[in-house]
């Protein structure tokens, strides 16, 4: 948390979210990814192109979210960890195999996953997703991870190992347990001095 608490990132993955719906049903060639996106950071395109190749080798028709308020389903959904203390779950479409409902999450950072902390991944989009009318849904994780030559490949809800109840609660706990020394360390930094308010024009001296 501290890494990367007052560093600038110079992007985000919320165009390759947005890219995955269409690129997964295989219409666009990855080649024409620069046309959907244009002007966008270089990490960024090359997992968008992943995406749009891995459309072409496996095609599946994506539904988004937002086209089917009815579904009960929402990008982001909150899970509550302990009061006050929430982690958020993202996701934006979902398509059916072998008449089974299938949510993708991106795994989009530059360093692969261990497999556990993918399982635990899945596991909060399991908790978050898998429920209610959307109980029997699955889970799959799209990796795009690497900074190189990117390439998309999907880690489905079974080739994942099943996290018991006391591990999950072992990685909250460590959460937590991080969450107060980041909290700590920001609290006791020196706050940044206020700027002087511009002067309004007609608080001007005569």
Known sequence: MLE???ARIGFTHAYTWGAMPVARRGVFKPDCSYLVYPNTHSRVEACIRALF????REPVDTKRFTDFPQSGLTTNRK???APGIEINVKANCWFVKNG?????LLQPRKSALPEESLAFYATLGRQAFCNGDWVGARIEIVDISGADGVYASVIGHSDLIALPDSRVSQFVSTYLEAKKIVDKVRSERPRKPQKAPEPDLYDLPN
């Open 79 to 81: 899970i509550e960890w």
């Open 53 to 56: 190749e891995l459309g072409q």
């Open 100 to 104: 089974l409902p299938i949510i993708p």
């Open 4 to 6: 990367f608490d007052n």
